[in-house]
């Protein structure tokens, strides 16, 4: 009877450090620093379009959408319309896909990424606040801070690259659709990729 309780009381301390964030409710803010050393608050974008990628440059899934340039294509194309695109590594020290800020910024250069900033989460604060399962999870947030979008990238959960080209992307759709000023409902897909590596 002690152990049965015991594993209760684990159990629900660590559903405590999950959050669950709801398409259609305000975003929780947060507060990270980015590969240059800057701090970076999602408040701090009040009244934008924002954009959180989770990234783990190790990841099958990642590395699809970075040797495609699918992923910079969007960066590029949405931070040209003053959407802000904050992409974050959630991984532990020690773990797959962990990046130090010169790392990061390395990684940037190499791949001619366009995101607004990588945010270093190494903690894992800011993917449990969102509850961030895999590589790529993807967020859109609106304007007045309310969660518009979670989920996968596209409709096609493979690691091949010639896939890019076939699937639908719910990212580029959405933001596409909203910029257009066409009325979006606010959804949620299931993610694909690698877990996040906390």
Known sequence: RAFIIILTVCVSVSALSWAEVEVGRLA????ATDSHQQQRSLSDYKDKYVVLEW???????????????????LQGKYTA????????????EGNQGYLDADEANDYLEEKNAKSTALLIDASGEIGRLYGAKTTPHMFIIDPEGVLVYQGAIDDVPSTDLEDVEIAKNYVDETLSSILAG????????????CSVKY
Not at 28 to 31: G, V, Y
Not at 55 to 73: A, I, L, R, S, W
Not at 182 to 193: D, H, I, L, Q, R
């Open 28 to 31: 929780p803010d947060f507060t």
């Open 55 to 73: 990234f783990n440059p190790e990841c099958p899934f990642v590395k699809k959408h970075y040797n495609t340039g699918n992923m910079q294509d």
């Open 81 to 92: 319309k003053d959407v802000v695109w904050l992409t974050i590594d959630s991984s532990a």
């Open 182 to 193: 066409k009325p979006v409902s606010a959804f949620a897909t299931k993610s694909y990729g």
